[in-house]
């Protein structure tokens, strides 16, 4: 997949995996980091003893909402750029699924399959993706979803045909 595409190539993706991120190593000062963001200091993420102890999971786990939200470092380092884009928004999630505990030290990875291109209004393109987080060394994923974001761009730029 090129590095840049134009936004009149976007259609032409559709139904194609696009992107697939580079690994992430997820340890546990993120985890910690992250808990301290979001007050989220349940002891399965942010106590290794006990939750060897007491979880089924021999040790700490990220947070599903940490796996979540590093999609968006796993798209900006797999998807192409597009030439005409002035800035990009999260427009939301739909279906989202947690297969599977990411144990600290893992390493996961983002794969993105293009399932929508639409054109709204005179300078936006809304796109949909399904995305899977993979984790290294497992057959279940981590997390799928259908993520919605929106590309924005200048109206003049609009692909005559779109």
């Not at 992107?19 to 002891?43: E, N, R």
């Not at 797999?78 to 600290?104: A, C, W």
């Amino acid at each position: 997949m090129p590095r840049e595409i134009s936004l009149r190539d976007v259609k032409d993706l559709v139904g194609q995996e696009i992107g697939v991120s580079d690994w992430i190593t997820v340890d546990q000062t993120m985890i910690d980091t992250f808990a301290t963001a979001t007050h989220d200091h349940q002891f399965i993420h942010v106590d290794p003893e006990r939750a060897a102890a007491e979880s089924a999971f021999g040790g700490t786990i990220a947070h599903g909402f940490l796996t979540l939200s590093l999609l968006s470092a796993m798209n900006y380092d797999s998807l192409p750029h597009i030439r005409e884009q002035t800035m990009g928004l999260n427009y939301g999630f739909d279906k989202i699924r947690f297969g599977s505990p990411v144990r600290t030290g893992k390493r996961i990875r983002g794969r993105f399959t293009l399932t929508e291109a639409r054109f709204r209004g005179a300078g936006m393109l809304m796109t949909t993706y399904d995305v899977t987080v993979d984790i290294e060394n497992e057959r279940k994923p981590a997390l799928t979803a259908t993520w919605t974001t929106i590309v924005q761009f200048d109206p003049e730029d609009r692909p005559n045909d779109a």
